[in-house]
């Protein structure tokens, strides 16, 4: 790898930059795919993080890899244990993984590694990486490994929390803009019709019901004049008129 000391900069970058509102995961995670096979020479590699599965090569997709992956292998192993698998030599591996093995080396692979995507207790997948070679990752490429999963998982439990707090945010504010506008047309109902605000909420409550209408929508169409106190008069109770009528 050429300029490695740029190489890490831009990729650690690249994985915080989890501020974007239009961030997909699928397109974060094939990033970082993109960069384990950077990383590690003449490899193919499976990402697999809930829902979402990205690859690097597509013979990873299809027979005789489509399926296995996802039910042996490096992978599935350093799930269970929350740890990287590294230098497994497929030759040697057979007992192991049954399946996976013959059909990997099958497709020119020697050696598998994964490392886990987790993150004290969140365990949010693991990256399986599939390679022609058969000499060991140098230490320093399994250290930078091992950060690559960490600053990934980081990242998207980061995104996760930010997005989480902007949808409460949200639904906090819009809340707020509804009570506002319940609180604005329950006063503007309580003058034109010269009842109580208890009533005057009753007489919007009762009318949205008998209509279909959400008591939000209905406040907004008064606040703003598309209706009148006046459309309302029908749905006042007898309760309310006398409680006016006492004033």
Known sequence: MQNRERWVADTLVELADILAPALEPKSYWLCVANRYAELVGSSSIR??????????????????????LSEEGPGIDCHVDDKPVVDVLLDDAVTRWRRLAPAALSLGYRSAHAFPL?????????????????????????????????????????????????????????????????????????????????????????????????????????????????DLVGSVSHRAKRTGSRR
Do not use: W
Request: charged letters at 25%; a negative charge; one cysteine or more.
């Open 47 to 68: 990402l697999s993080a809930g829902p979402v599965v990205v690859h690097t090569d597509e013979r990873l997709e299809k027979p005789p890899l489509a399926g296995i």
């Open 118 to 230: 987790s993150r004290r207790e969140d365990v949010l997948g693991e990256v399986t990486i599939l390679t022609s070679e058969t000499a060991p990752v140098p230490v320093a490429d399994l250290r930078l490994a091992v950060a690559l999963a960490d600053a990934a998982t980081i990242g998207m439990l980061n995104h996760r929390a930010i997005a989480g707090l902007t949808r409460t945010s949200e639904q906090l504010q819009g809340a707020l803009d509804s009570r506002v506008i319940i609180e604005q047309a329950k006063g503007l109902v309580s003058a034109r019709l010269e009842i109580d605000p208890s009533d005057a909420f009753r007489v919007l409550r009762h009318y949205a019901r008998a209509n279909n209408r959400r008591l939000s929508e209905l406040c907004e169409l008064l606040v703003d004049r598309h209706m009148s106190a006046s």
